[in-house]
């Protein structure tokens, strides 16, 4: 690895996110369940840890880059058990800089995959890798399989009341 920095060569993973693209650089760590706050509502628990990997570089049209990889496991609720699951990820976000808002909006108008974001001279790489766990995480995680939970299987075999009218509905057109 190129340039390589382990997270305790700085005082707090905070970088010029613009300096450290350009030059080249990387960075990685592991960060506890515990201190991603703003997820603490959604969790069943605050066991485990998040491992990130973050790279610079520059594009062709020399905008700086951050890639940045994040994986891990969580343990959410089952919105339809309501007990604990766990749910393991794996993300890789490439977010292209901009000086400025108006930048970023065109290009975001012009290539709607890209993802942008403003250049930060003092940018917290905890904080950035707390909001994309927080984008990834789903709305409503379930089970594939919910046990125990006979209510839940019982509902699904149920049949829909509408298909009595979707029958109706095609006597009347024969």
Do not use: Y
């Not at 594009?59 to 994986?71: F, N, Q, S």
């Amino acid at each position: 690895m190129r340039g390589f920095l382990a997270p305790a060569a700085l005082a707090m993973n905070v970088i010029d996110s613009a300096a450290f693209a350009r030059e080249q650089r990387e960075l990685s760590g592991t960060i506890a369940v515990s201190s991603l706050t703003r997820l603490h509502d959604q969790l069943a628990d605050q066991s485990g840890s998040v491992e990130w990997e973050l790279q610079g570089g520059v594009d062709k049209i020399e905008r700086p880059w951050l890639d940045l990889a994040v994986k891990g496991q969580l343990r959410l609720v089952c919105q339809r058990c309501l007990k604990p699951m766990d749910w393991p990820f794996a993300m890789q976000t490439l977010l292209t800089q901009f000086s400025d808002e108006a930048k970023l909006d065109e290009a975001e108008e012009q290539d709607e995959e890209l993802e942008g974001m403003l250049i930060d001279p003092a940018l917290d790489v905890e904080a950035l890798v707390e909001e994309e766990v927080i984008l990834a995480v789903p709305f409503a995680p379930v089970h594939d399989q919910c046990g125990g939970t006979e209510g839940a299987t019982e509902a699904g075999k149920k049949p829909n009341p509408f298909a009595v009218l979707a029958g109706l509905k095609t006597r009347k057109a024969e």
